[in-house]
């Protein structure tokens, strides 16, 4: 039964917590905002016909409720069967995105009752041992484009499909930055899969956000702007576009369009901790090895990419006390490899062990949220000549710069890390930051932002507007 | 327009400076705002269980209300000054003189009173000259702030609805005229000027 029901299992578990998980993250939003603005937010509705309030987290469920019983009006003008598809697009790719990605590592298999049959670690990912983990969420991800598109464009009304057009223009250019920003760690641990990722990071016990700060800039400004968060909220800029391309939605079409929205900002949030901030690993608490070794491969060597998965290792088959020591220290003759290659056994991973990863992965994607909610009301809007800049004449010449210095230290950078005499991770932490301060540098001395688009105090010349015959 | 119009005035845009334009100094500053705000006291009211502290109770102009004298009658004499004054016309008054009524009322220091003194309260703009224009000092604007009803007929208030105002709010806020007695004022344009 187990390999039907558990991933089951794990996607009723998975959509029930996005579900309620977007719904109290609307209601984090609306409190991060009341605090900054010196207000207390939602603090009124609690559980129905009582009078306990419960600082208001009765919100989400009445906002769904009132978003259920609200009128869908769909206007005479519209494209019937694309206004139906867009929201759906855009609502299903921000769900299946999640099937890949990671929320914890895994569950030892000996806490069950022996007649469920559970022999083997539960790998705590709807789908695991996706070998284009990272390649799946980008090809997935990119169809949201189509639901602001066809929305945009389904809509029939020229407000929305200016406001369609400037987003899907945003999000295709910010694709670019994403795909760069991440090419880097990839490049750096071998492998698409994520959690093959988060194991490298545990295993060196370096973060990527560390060895790589100029990738991992570049990938979160641009998951910002795919998440179509403040400051790069120009889909729905309330103040301009009376909502842009999801204007003449409502009712339950409009609450796709708002879950997928914050959806995409779990799923970004996701990736940035599991790319840059070693997922669900932290340093002296979570064990950095216990559970990881027979998923990926015996080895963890970079120059091996992970082999096929060899499950029918359960732990008891292999030595209980491989690693732990082994790893940290013995290693530095091998030193070609961005991260020690570590030959380690196989440490069955405890419970307690298990479940602090789910709460360190869940608490670093916690943090991460309350980053894009503070960023919301620090900063102002970008105009759009400025996103397109901040794009491609900043973002993606950065994207690139990291991916050849990662790769250029790959090839040689075990000769700086024999003549600094420093781990590798330090010698590519202290290459990586050269390059983000440089990089920068020269952004801010060239300065290709700058606008140049001002109207001059000069009448227009003759030429200029030659008369219609 | 033209741009060498005259009333065009032409800004030249300040370049940034190196900090500006490295975008590092103003990240930090909008992350630091808006946590400095996170963390401060909010300044919301919790109404209805707190209510809004008035700068000035004396002069603000909420409900309206139908002042009693000291035999806890009616003090308005129905000279229709209010009723004149009031530039929305919400006022309505129909006058009576008590000494050719059937049954004469308990007034013989006055000659008319008001048998019906009704205020539409949802057409009033609360200006507040009703209570400059009248010469007895009967009608007062409170500082009930909250005015609301299920019906429109609800929100038209008569004369026993502006007397029980008065009985509400006649402990809290006596009469300005009592008031300003005590204060020593002598004359009443103080009060109801903004001061």
Known sequence: MQPILEPLLKIALLIVALMTGAAYLVLLERWIAAWVQDRLGPNRVGIPLTKYRLFGLGQPLADGVKFLFKAEFTPSHVDKALFFVAPLAIFITSIVVFAVIPFGSVLPPDGFPASWGIHEPIRLVAAPGVDVGMIYVFAVGSIAVYGVVLGGWASNNKYSFIGGMRSSAQLISYELPLGLGILGVVLASGSLRLDTIISQQAQAGVWNVFTQPLGFVVFCVAAFAEAARLPFDLPEAEQELVGGYHTEYSGIKLMMYMVAEFLHMVAAAFLIVILFFGGWHLWGVTGDQSGTGPFFGQQTSLANTPQAENMDLSPSETPAQGGQSHFRGGNAGEGTDAFPAAKIGTVPITWPVALLRIIVLLAKVMAVILFFMMARWSWPRFRYDQLMDVGWKVMIPWGLVNLVVVAVWMEYGDRLTRLLGVSPAKSMALVGWIALFMSWLVITVIDPTSSRNRPRPRLPAEGDFPERT | ?195
């Open chain 2, 1 to 195: 327009m033209k741009p060498n119009d005259k009333n065009i005035a032409w800004i030249k845009e300040p370049r940034l400076g190196l900090a500006g334009r490295s975008y590092l100094l103003l990240f930090t500053k909008g992350l630091t705002t808006t946590l400095k705000h996170l963390l401060r006291r909010k300044q919301t009211v919790q109404s209805p269980e707190q209510r809004h502290e008035l700068p000035n109770p004396l002069i603000y102009r909420g409900v309206h209300r139908l002042n009693r004298d000291e035999q806890g009658r009616v003090k308005c004499v129905a000279c229709f000054l209010c009723a004149t004054a009031c530039p929305a016309h919400c006022i309505d008054i129909v006058a009576a003189d008590h000494r050719s009524a059937a049954v004469p009322g308990p007034w013989p220091d006055r000659e008319k009173y008001p048998q019906t003194f009704t205020i539409d309260e949802l057409r009033c703009i609360f200006c507040g000259m009703c209570e400059e224009a009248c010469p007895v000092d009967a009608i007062e604007l409170t500082s009930l702030y909250d005015l609301s009803g299920k019906s429109r007929e609800e929100m038209i208030f008569d004369k026993e609805k502006l007397l029980s105002v008065y009985d509400q709010t006649k402990d809290a806020e006596p009469m300005k005229t009592k008031r300003m007695k005590d204060e020593g004022f002598t004359d009443l344009r103080p009060l109801t000027s903004d001061f």
